[in-house]
């Protein structure tokens, strides 16, 4: 079935310094979601992506859909401790784009 | 504010024992989802339902059956309780109309089988 891959698994900054936590597909995706997920908490969502090159931005976090829409990135702009958490992207299960496939997610931890 | 609850946030189970773990949503959404949430395995979807009745398997349903009777309840059913059930589930739901497929996720039920 499908499967999106999502690189590094881990990573540890100093705050202040940009992270990035990059998705890739074999397939090509009708949309991608990224969540969010605090220490002890839940996914939260925070964007879906549709269109081929589109980038979007929320304060310090820009998201990037691929122009063949096989891969998107999420760039953090110096990183707070409030940052601090797993980041998943998710594209579309089987055909449906209201099932996902998620990522194994990348754990961000900020050094104070 | 999308409410999605979980009637345990933790249990602990004896192996074979059958186990029922419920969730509820407050936003009228059609479909509703299970899954587990392993350390480096990320979210696997166990079942998902996109209508009163209705339940599609996901891609780990081996051992879980599901129950919707009601539009706002999805229920997860562990028929004979294993230890390597021992994880996070995570229950979500989403419309199932629009252009808009966000996934709004339950606190979560951290179930340990011993």
């Known amino acids: 079935g499908q499967q999106v891959m999502q690189i590094p698994q881990y990573q540890h900054v100093q705050e202040g310094e940009d992270f990035t936590t990059y998705c890739n597909s074999s397939t090509t995706l009708s949309n991608i979601q990224w969540y969010k997920q605090r220490p002890g908490g839940h996914p939260v969502f925070l964007i879906q992506l549709v269109k081929s090159g589109e980038v979007k931005k929320q304060k310090r976090l820009t998201f990037q859909f691929g122009e063949a829409k096989k891969n998107s990135s999420l760039h953090i702009t110096a990183t707070q401790t409030t940052d601090v958490g797993t980041y998943f992207c998710a594209g579309p299960h089987g055909g449906s784009n209201y099932k996902l496939t998620f990522g194994k997610g990348t754990l961000l931890t900020v050094n104070p | 504010d999308v409410k999605v609850t979980q009637s345990s946030r933790y249990l602990v189970k004896r192996t074979g024992e059958k186990v029922f773990l419920e969730c509820v949503q407050d936003?009228?959404?059609?479909?509703m989802f299970w899954y587990r949430q392993d350390p480096g395995l990320g979210l696997r979807l166990i079942y998902f339902s996109y209508d009163v009745k209705m339940k599609e398997k996901g891609d780990i349903p081996e051992g879980y059956s599901v129950s919707r009777e009601k539009k706002e309840r999805f229920s997860l059913i562990l028929e004979s309780a294993s230890t390597n059930q021992t994880s996070m589930y995570l229950c979500?739901?989403?419309?199932?109309?629009?252009?808009?497929?966000?996934?709004?996720f339950g606190p979560g039920t951290r179930l340990t089988v011993t």
């Open positions: 936003m009228d959404h059609e479909n």
């Open positions: 979500a739901s989403n419309t199932g109309t629009g252009v808009l497929y966000e996934q709004y």
